[in-house]
């Protein structure tokens, strides 16, 4: 099983739509999660993170947690085109020392359409 | 503020070349971070430094060094490139470092092909 899973899409909604992206990951002791935003051809920008069950909303965007079930999802409300992007989970584990262990998924293809 | 830099933009390197990638940032940030990308692969952490002096490995560090050379700079070192190497490689800071790292700058990155 890989340690972070993410459907690779392509995810196609309509403009104004909401958009939901999932991530699963297998290590039970993973202590914080975050999405980040890459356009084609650029470099990945932080979009939300969360480190408590339960959902955190900044705007549009909503983060869900849910650490029993192992994972975590990202809810676009109104989608707009230039939402469209690949949508990438990471996940961080750190146990001290040099036990860090930070994983980033494949990411999701989201395009949006007008 | 420029952010994170890296430079070149843009390499071609014959297989058993060397080069060194350098990458600078001016948010006076503690932690910085090298990552590679391939199509399907996504983002691979390669080496990090929680700060100025310490360097660990990450996911996939083999044929590559890395040094933190002060606060600013953390370059990364290809000693006999490879066909296998060819990737988007990013460099990355942020303030803090572990679970709190919540966010990571990323610098525009380097594309880099090995023939």
């Known amino acids: 099983q890989k340690e972070v899973e993410q459907n690779s899409g392509p995810l196609s909604v309509p403009e104004g739509a909401i958009a939901s992206l999932n991530c699963t990951y297998s290590?039970?002791?993973?202590?914080?999660f975050f999405w980040y935003r890459q356009y084609s051809g650029k470099s990945p920008e932080l979009i939300m993170f969360?480190?408590?069950?339960g959902d955190k909303e900044d705007g549009r965007f909503t983060a869900q947690l849910n650490k029993a079930s192992q994972y975590v999802s990202l809810l676009i409300r109104d989608s707009q085109p230039s939402d469209s992007a690949t949508y990438l989970c990471?996940?961080?584990?750190?146990?001290?020392?040099?036990?860090?262990?930070?994983?980033f998924g494949k990411g999701t293809l989201l395009t949006v359409n007008p | 503020n420029a952010g994170v830099t890296q430079t070149p933009k843009f390499q071609v390197l014959k297989t058993g070349q060397s080069m060194t990638l350098q990458c600078a940032q001016d948010?006076?940030?503690?932690?910085m971070y090298w990552y590679r990308q391939d199509p399907g692969m996504g983002l691979r952490l390669i080496y990090y430094?929680?700060?100025?002096?310490?360097?660990d490995k990450g996911e996939v560090p083999n044929g590559y060094n890395v040094s933190r050379l002060n606060k600013r700079e953390f370059s990364l070192r290809l000693e006999s490139a490879a066909p296998s190497q060819t990737s988007v490689y990013f460099c990355?800071?942020?303030?803090?470092?572990?679970?709190?790292?919540?966010?990571?700058?990323f610098g525009p990155g380097t594309r880099l092909t090995v023939t």
């Open positions: 290590d039970r002791g993973s202590q914080s």
């Open positions: 948010m006076n940030h503690n932690s």
């Open positions: 969360i480190y408590s069950n």
């Open positions: 990355a800071s942020s303030e803090a470092f572990g679970v709190t790292a919540y966010e990571q700058y």
């Open positions: 430094s929680a700060s100025e002096g310490t360097t």
């Open positions: 990471a996940v961080i584990r750190d146990s001290g020392g040099s036990n860090y262990k930070l994983t």
